[in-house]
């Protein structure tokens, strides 16, 4: 093995557990983030370890053990997790608790998501992706990332959350400051503006409610009868706002950046517009193998876990591109299979804090890929296009994509 | 054959309800499963399997004959 020793981690970490890795860095010549984590697995990484890097973190790269991060939340908690630590951070509601806490606002909000609700929101969603598309397609070429894959998640949250879409240059420009601002001044400063924006938000939904998501939570009652606390609310349009943006965005962009140079998979989908399940089957394997976050965990007291002696606070990542091609659960991994059978992916996560937004995101990716297919059927990649850049992090993804057709 | 859900388990993923909505459906309050033909016919058999075998949560199970 190559990995240098970091002689200053904690001494409860012994020697051999550490390796020197910092899942920001993508360094120039890799051209896809997610490789920085295959290579780990391919040089012989250890399935658990630290590194020093970013805080101090643990490392977790089998797929069991990342299932098991997810589910025993007692050990594993959501609640202040971030890497590299930064304090105070909003607790986001009900991702950054536990239950039972965890319960209140998944109960609150989840009937607002599930397979039936999103079903409802189908046309919507069509009719936007059709706008949009029908906006570039005649002039044969666009930036993927900056035309679409950015603009069209937060046009959803606009839609879902009853908010205007001449909002949406301003939401555009908060989130992709909180997604890409390194500076810790501007990210402090994003926070509040953030905040501000979801405080007038409400405000406004509670004196005019209507029947958006945004005025069924500032409406809601608790079990006495009464309105749940400000800050809770806040913190919920803060969730909101930060899963459903980068992820489908970036998620997105490595679909189209896969179709664009394979030929054969845009006929596979093409081919099964009208066949509703044989697409979702193909969207199951785009999502097992394009999986872009890579999920945060804190130790809740000290203990033994597979042999490794965690303490109280260390942090976690649960990178789930690599539980998704973990070889002791998915036959040949690497490959790309559209047709593949039995896809027990973690890319939503599993358990509790299972992601509420994936039947809304799945849906965002089916009818855009719908939608595109049908209006641009064949493109490629730009050839002249600089790449555009690549970024790691705890969503993984694209600066830019270049498209011709 | 029957096919049966452990709800505790269950958390809203719907793959089932992908992979077999013959059989599988899921409710409005909590998106977990609904199962709504849980003595399938044997035709449908192969397209249950498949959907037990890719809950990502192991919260469905085949029972051979016997109710439960
Ligand atoms: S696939 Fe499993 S977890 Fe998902 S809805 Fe069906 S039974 Fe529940």
Known sequence: ?405 | MKVVANSSLCQGHARCEDLCPEVFATDAIEGKVVIEKPDFPAELEEKVRLAVRNCPEGALRIAKGVAL
């Open chain 1, 1 to 405: 093995m190559t990995f240098q020793w970091q002689p200053s981690s904690p001494d409860h970490v012994p020697a051999d557990l550490i390796v020197d890795f910092d899942f920001f860095d993508v360094p120039a010549e890799v051209t896809d983030p997610v490789q920085i984590w295959h290579d780990l697995v391919r040089r012989g990484a250890p399935p658990i370890f630290y590194t020093p890097r970013n805080g101090g973190h643990w490392v977790f790269l089998k797929y069991h053990d990342i299932v098991e991060g997810y589910r025993n939340h007692e050990v594993f908690s959501t609640y202040q997790t971030p890497i590299p630590p930064i304090e105070p951070f909003p607790v986001m509601q009900p991702q950054g608790v536990d239950p039972p806490q965890h319960d209140v606002f998944r109960k609150l909000l989840a009937p607002m998501f599930t397979p039936l609700a999103v079903r409802r929101m189908t046309e919507g969603l069509q009719h936007r992706a059709h706008v949009l598309i029908s906006s570039f397609a005649g002039s044969g070429k666009c930036d993927f990332v900056a035309d679409y894959a950015s603009i069209f998640p937060t046009g959803t949250f606009l839609e879902l959350f009853g908010m205007p879409e001449e909002r949406l240059p301003e939401f555009l420009e908060l989130a992709h400051t909180f997604f890409r601002s390194t500076d810790a001044e501007v990210r402090a400063a994003n926070l509040r503006d953030i905040y501000a924006v979801l405080d007038g938000m409400f405000r406004a939904k509670r004196d005019y409610p209507g029947s958006d998501i945004a005025s069924t939570i500032v409406t809601a009652l608790d079990e006495q009868g009464r309105p749940y606390p400000w800050q809770d609310i806040l913190n919920c349009g803060f969730l909101l706002f930060v899963a459903g943006l980068d992820t489908v965005t970036n998620t997105m962009t490595y679909v189209w950046r896969y179709l664009a140079t394979t030929p054969a998979a845009r006929a596979h989908f093409r081919e099964r517009l009208d066949d509703p399940s044989a697409f979702l089957v193909a969207i199951e394997e785009l999502m097992r193998i394009n999986a872009v976050s890579n999920l945060f965990r804190r130790v809740t007291h000290d203990c033994d876990f597979r042999g490794v002696h965690l303490r109280r606070n260390d942090r976690v990542i649960l990178p789930n591109t690599v539980a998704n091609r973990d070889p002791s659960v998915f036959e040949n991994p690497q490959s790309i299979d559209l047709d593949r059978k039995v896809n027990n992916h973690v890319t939503f996560g599993v358990g509790p804090h299972r992601c509420m937004g994936s039947h809304l995101a799945k849906r965002e990716i089916v009818v855009s890929l719908q939608e595109w297919l049908r209006v641009i059927p064949e493109f490629e990649l730009a050839p002249e296009a600089e790449a555009g850049s690549s970024f790691g992090g705890s969503v993984m993804g694209f600066t830019s994509l270049k498209l011709l057709w």
